[in-house]
T-cell receptor, first 111, second 115 residues
Framework: GQQLNQSPQSMFIQEGEDVSMNCTSSSIFNTWLWYKQDPGEGPVLLIALYKAGELTSNGRLTAQFGITRKDSFLNISASIPSDVGIYFCAGQEPETDKLIFGTGTRLQVFP | GAGVSQTPSNKVTEKGKYVELRCDPISGHTALYWYRQSLGQGPEFLIYFQGTGAADDSGLPNDRFFAVRPEGSVSTLKIQRTERGDSAVYLC?????????????FGQGTRLTVV
Protein backbone atom coordinates (compact mmCIF):
# COMPACT_ATOMS: atom_id res chain seq x y z
CA GLY A 1 0.00 0.00 0.00
CA GLN A 2 0.94 3.65 -0.34
CA GLN A 3 3.19 5.08 2.39
CA LEU A 4 4.70 8.52 2.76
CA ASN A 5 8.50 8.95 2.85
CA GLN A 6 9.69 9.84 6.33
CA SER A 7 13.21 10.66 7.51
CA PRO A 8 15.31 9.95 9.35
CA GLN A 9 14.45 6.31 9.92
CA SER A 10 15.89 6.43 13.44
CA MET A 11 17.55 8.91 15.80
CA PHE A 12 19.66 8.44 18.91
CA ILE A 13 19.99 11.65 20.92
CA GLN A 14 20.89 12.87 24.36
CA GLU A 15 18.29 14.19 26.77
CA GLY A 16 17.87 17.95 26.31
CA GLU A 17 18.68 17.98 22.60
CA ASP A 18 16.27 19.16 19.92
CA VAL A 19 14.95 16.76 17.28
CA SER A 20 13.66 17.30 13.77
CA MET A 21 12.00 14.84 11.40
CA ASN A 22 10.18 15.29 8.11
CA CYS A 23 7.78 13.68 5.74
CA THR A 24 7.22 13.97 1.99
CA SER A 25 4.50 12.77 -0.33
CA SER A 26 3.99 12.55 -4.09
CA SER A 27 0.32 13.42 -3.50
CA ILE A 28 -1.27 16.56 -2.09
CA PHE A 29 -3.07 16.33 1.23
CA ASN A 30 -5.31 18.94 2.81
CA THR A 31 -4.62 17.68 6.32
CA TRP A 32 -1.34 16.45 7.81
CA LEU A 33 -1.11 14.71 11.16
CA TRP A 34 1.71 13.60 13.43
CA TYR A 35 1.30 10.54 15.69
CA LYS A 36 3.41 8.85 18.36
CA GLN A 37 3.29 5.10 18.96
CA ASP A 38 4.59 3.38 22.08
CA PRO A 39 5.34 -0.37 22.12
CA GLY A 40 2.18 -2.47 22.26
CA GLU A 41 -0.08 0.53 21.77
CA GLY A 42 -1.93 2.18 18.92
CA PRO A 43 -0.81 5.56 17.50
CA VAL A 44 -1.79 8.67 19.49
CA LEU A 45 -2.38 12.01 17.77
CA LEU A 46 0.15 14.75 18.64
CA ILE A 47 -0.55 17.58 16.22
CA ALA A 48 -2.98 18.21 13.33
CA LEU A 49 -2.29 20.70 10.50
CA TYR A 50 -5.13 21.93 8.29
CA LYS A 51 -3.70 24.74 6.17
CA ALA A 52 -0.72 24.96 3.81
CA GLY A 53 2.07 26.95 5.47
CA GLU A 54 0.53 26.53 8.91
CA LEU A 55 2.91 26.32 11.88
CA THR A 56 1.38 24.75 15.01
CA SER A 57 2.79 24.12 18.48
CA ASN A 58 1.76 21.74 21.23
CA GLY A 59 4.04 22.18 24.24
CA ARG A 60 7.56 21.20 23.17
CA LEU A 61 6.30 20.03 19.76
CA THR A 62 6.15 22.23 16.67
CA ALA A 63 4.94 21.08 13.27
CA GLN A 64 4.61 22.80 9.92
CA PHE A 65 2.45 22.00 6.89
CA GLY A 66 4.50 22.62 3.75
CA ILE A 67 3.38 25.28 1.30
CA THR A 68 3.15 22.73 -1.54
CA ARG A 69 0.89 20.52 0.65
CA LYS A 70 3.26 17.63 -0.09
CA ASP A 71 5.45 17.78 2.99
CA SER A 72 5.57 18.44 6.73
CA PHE A 73 8.12 18.52 9.54
CA LEU A 74 7.96 17.92 13.28
CA ASN A 75 10.36 19.43 15.81
CA ILE A 76 10.71 18.34 19.43
CA SER A 77 12.60 20.72 21.67
CA ALA A 78 14.50 19.84 24.85
CA SER A 79 13.88 16.09 24.54
CA ILE A 80 13.12 14.02 27.64
CA PRO A 81 13.21 10.23 28.17
CA SER A 82 9.43 9.84 27.72
CA ASP A 83 9.77 11.16 24.15
CA VAL A 84 11.11 7.70 23.22
CA GLY A 85 8.88 5.98 20.68
CA ILE A 86 8.04 5.84 17.00
CA TYR A 87 6.73 8.97 15.32
CA PHE A 88 4.54 8.75 12.23
CA CYS A 89 3.34 11.43 9.87
CA ALA A 90 0.03 10.85 8.09
CA GLY A 91 -1.89 12.51 5.30
CA GLN A 92 -5.65 12.49 5.73
CA GLU A 93 -8.09 12.06 2.83
CA PRO A 94 -10.83 14.71 3.03
CA GLU A 95 -14.01 12.71 2.31
CA THR A 96 -13.33 9.68 4.47
CA ASP A 97 -10.65 10.73 7.00
CA LYS A 98 -8.69 7.67 5.82
CA LEU A 99 -5.02 8.00 6.83
CA ILE A 100 -1.92 7.34 4.69
CA PHE A 101 0.97 6.87 7.11
CA GLY A 102 4.69 7.54 6.76
CA THR A 103 7.32 4.89 7.32
CA GLY A 104 8.08 6.14 10.85
CA THR A 105 11.00 7.64 12.78
CA ARG A 106 12.22 5.69 15.79
CA LEU A 107 13.48 8.05 18.52
CA GLN A 108 15.78 6.94 21.32
CA VAL A 109 16.70 9.40 24.08
CA PHE A 110 19.67 8.75 26.36
CA PRO A 111 19.96 10.39 29.81
CA GLY B 1 -16.21 2.24 26.86
CA ALA B 2 -13.69 5.03 27.28
CA GLY B 3 -11.53 4.06 24.32
CA VAL B 4 -11.33 1.73 21.33
CA SER B 5 -11.07 -1.85 22.54
CA GLN B 6 -9.64 -4.71 20.48
CA THR B 7 -9.73 -8.40 21.29
CA PRO B 8 -7.82 -10.57 21.49
CA SER B 9 -4.62 -8.62 22.13
CA ASN B 10 -2.58 -11.55 20.78
CA LYS B 11 -3.56 -14.40 18.50
CA VAL B 12 -1.38 -17.28 17.32
CA THR B 13 -2.89 -19.50 14.65
CA GLU B 14 -1.75 -22.21 12.27
CA LYS B 15 -1.40 -21.60 8.57
CA GLY B 16 -4.67 -22.32 6.80
CA LYS B 17 -6.93 -21.60 9.78
CA TYR B 18 -9.68 -18.99 10.01
CA VAL B 19 -9.44 -16.09 12.48
CA GLU B 20 -11.74 -13.32 13.67
CA LEU B 21 -10.50 -10.08 15.21
CA ARG B 22 -12.92 -7.86 17.11
CA CYS B 23 -13.09 -4.08 17.50
CA ASP B 24 -15.31 -2.14 19.94
CA PRO B 25 -15.25 1.52 18.89
CA ILE B 26 -15.84 4.53 21.09
CA SER B 27 -19.56 4.83 21.80
CA GLY B 28 -21.26 7.15 19.31
CA HIS B 29 -18.49 7.05 16.72
CA THR B 30 -20.02 6.32 13.33
CA ALA B 31 -16.77 5.89 11.41
CA LEU B 32 -14.61 2.80 11.95
CA TYR B 33 -11.28 1.91 10.27
CA TRP B 34 -9.09 -1.18 10.11
CA TYR B 35 -5.34 -0.85 9.49
CA ARG B 36 -2.57 -3.43 9.30
CA GLN B 37 0.93 -2.72 10.61
CA SER B 38 3.84 -4.95 9.67
CA LEU B 39 7.06 -4.90 11.68
CA GLY B 40 9.01 -1.69 11.14
CA GLN B 41 6.30 -0.12 8.97
CA GLY B 42 3.58 2.44 9.37
CA PRO B 43 -0.05 1.30 9.54
CA GLU B 44 -1.66 0.58 6.14
CA PHE B 45 -5.35 1.16 5.48
CA LEU B 46 -7.57 -1.89 4.98
CA ILE B 47 -11.24 -0.87 5.18
CA TYR B 48 -13.50 1.98 6.35
CA PHE B 49 -17.09 1.74 7.64
CA GLN B 50 -19.52 4.61 7.86
CA GLY B 51 -22.31 3.18 10.02
CA THR B 52 -23.04 -0.39 8.95
CA GLY B 53 -21.76 -0.14 5.40
CA ALA B 54 -18.21 -0.54 4.10
CA ALA B 55 -17.65 2.81 2.41
CA ASP B 56 -14.13 1.96 1.21
CA ASP B 57 -12.60 -1.53 1.18
CA SER B 58 -9.85 -0.73 -1.30
CA GLY B 59 -7.09 -1.68 1.15
CA LEU B 60 -8.14 -5.31 1.67
CA PRO B 61 -5.27 -7.32 0.14
CA ASN B 62 -7.37 -10.15 -1.32
CA ASP B 63 -10.67 -12.01 -0.95
CA ARG B 64 -9.45 -13.95 2.09
CA PHE B 65 -10.04 -10.76 4.08
CA PHE B 66 -13.53 -9.63 4.99
CA ALA B 67 -14.98 -7.28 7.61
CA VAL B 68 -18.47 -6.66 8.96
CA ARG B 69 -20.17 -4.14 11.20
CA PRO B 70 -23.77 -5.37 11.31
CA GLU B 71 -25.19 -2.95 13.87
CA GLY B 72 -22.98 0.05 13.22
CA SER B 73 -20.95 -0.45 16.38
CA VAL B 74 -18.73 -3.52 16.92
CA SER B 75 -16.75 -4.67 13.88
CA THR B 76 -15.15 -8.03 13.11
CA LEU B 77 -12.25 -8.52 10.71
CA LYS B 78 -12.27 -12.05 9.32
CA ILE B 79 -9.30 -13.75 7.65
CA GLN B 80 -9.78 -17.10 5.90
CA ARG B 81 -7.06 -19.63 5.09
CA THR B 82 -4.43 -17.61 6.93
CA GLU B 83 -0.91 -17.38 5.49
CA ARG B 84 2.37 -16.59 7.24
CA GLY B 85 2.44 -13.24 5.43
CA ASP B 86 -0.75 -12.23 7.26
CA SER B 87 1.27 -11.95 10.50
CA ALA B 88 1.07 -8.31 11.64
CA VAL B 89 -0.58 -6.02 14.16
CA TYR B 90 -4.16 -5.24 13.15
CA LEU B 91 -5.26 -1.82 14.39
CA CYS B 92 -8.79 -0.50 14.64
CA UNK B 93 -9.68 3.20 14.88
CA UNK B 94 -12.94 5.10 15.22
CA UNK B 95 -13.94 8.71 14.72
CA UNK B 96 -17.05 10.78 15.24
CA UNK B 97 -18.11 11.22 11.64
CA UNK B 98 -15.30 10.32 9.24
CA UNK B 99 -16.30 13.05 6.86
CA UNK B 100 -13.51 15.54 7.19
CA UNK B 101 -11.08 16.73 9.83
CA UNK B 102 -12.22 14.56 12.72
CA UNK B 103 -9.67 12.84 14.94
CA UNK B 104 -9.43 9.06 14.77
CA UNK B 105 -8.68 7.22 18.03
CA PHE B 106 -6.81 3.93 17.81
CA GLY B 107 -7.10 0.73 19.81
CA GLN B 108 -4.03 -1.09 21.10
CA GLY B 109 -4.16 -3.57 18.24
CA THR B 110 -4.31 -7.35 17.85
CA ARG B 111 -0.97 -9.00 17.17
CA LEU B 112 -1.62 -11.90 14.79
CA THR B 113 1.05 -14.55 14.33
CA VAL B 114 0.53 -17.27 11.73
CA VAL B 115 2.83 -20.27 12.23
Amino acid sequence: GQQLNQSPQSMFIQEGEDVSMNCTSSSIFNTWLWYKQDPGEGPVLLIALYKAGELTSNGRLTAQFGITRKDSFLNISASIPSDVGIYFCAGQEPETDKLIFGTGTRLQVFP
Amino acid sequence: GAGVSQTPSNKVTEKGKYVELRCDPISGHTALYWYRQSLGQGPEFLIYFQGTGAADDSGLPNDRFFAVRPEGSVSTLKIQRTERGDSAVYLCASSLMGQGNTEAFFGQGTRLTVV
